[in-house]
């Protein structure tokens, strides 16, 4: 899902950013105000984790790729505030380190796999978990907010580039930044995570939390009784 420079228009560009830089701060605020000391490194590796696990790229038609994100994992995990900032500095870093995904197409990168993606996943989760959810219905709604957290922001994705053709062309139809409509970057892109990452993100995100589950059990029970 990454974007690379080049295929987003600056009128686009610049209202992912527009969208991004209140957005950045309102959860850098909310982070600040809530996050205490133990869980600092938690952030730390949530972003460590999300930046793993995303570059595992696998090329797709229409100029963006395909890969699990630990963006809903994120959103259960930390909340979504504090998923927004692990997922963004994780972004960040691979754009500027490795070139994955374009500098000018951070704040749309950002847009869907920093801020969809986690929100989708976090409350989707919430929905179906319920306050005290049962070891297998907690894993059945990580499954489930994996799933919808990545197509969201496939969708997203999508979106934006398929709206390139009809937002800057020249006087003859020609596009002059991602030259795919709406006709090929939706199937293109959606079809690949419907069938394959939006089933590997649902591992993914179930896996996770019962390996959590299963880490935290074994630690209480190797407390030793009073």
């Known amino acids: 899902?990454?974007?690379?420079?080049?295929?987003?228009?600056?009128?686009?560009?610049?209202?992912?950013?527009?969208?991004?830089?209140?957005?950045w701060w309102a959860a850098a605020r909310r982070v600040s105000a809530r996050l205490g000391e133990r869980q600092v490194p938690l952030l730390g590796a949530a972003a460590g984790f999300c930046f793993v696990v995303m570059m595992f790229n696998v090329p797709l038609p229409g100029g963006t790729t395909g890969h699990p994100t630990g963006a809903a994992l994120a959103g259960i995990l930390l909340g979504p505030a504090a998923a927004v900032i692990a997922l963004s500095v994780a972004l960040a870093l691979q754009a500027?380190?490795?070139?994955?995904?374009?500098?000018?197409?951070l704040a749309a990168n950002?847009?869907?796999?920093?801020v969809v993606a986690p929100l989708?996943?976090?409350?989707?989760?919430?929905l179906l978990a319920g306050r005290s959810p049962a070891p297998r219905r907690s894993y059945w709604a990580g499954a489930a907010a994996g799933y919808l957290a990545i197509n969201a922001a496939a969708l997203g994705t999508a979106l934006l580039l398929g709206l390139q053709p009809y937002l800057a062309h020249t006087p003859d139809g020609r596009a002059l930044y991602c030259p795919y409509g709406l006709g090929v970057t939706l199937p293109a892109i959606m079809l690949g995570h419907l069938a394959v990452f939006g089933p590997v993100e649902a591992a993914l995100t179930a896996g996770t939390l019962a390996f959590l589950r299963a880490g935290e059990e074994k630690e209480a029970a190797d407390v030793p009784a009073d």
């Open 110 to 114: 950002c847009l869907n796999m920093a």
């Open 120 to 126: 989708v996943g976090h409350w989707c989760y919430r």
């Open 1 to 23: 899902m990454h974007i690379p420079d080049g295929y987003l228009g600056p009128q686009t560009c610049l209202a992912t950013w527009g969208v991004m830089l209140p957005a």
């Open 96 to 105: 500027l380190l490795f070139g994955d995904g374009g500098i000018t197409a």
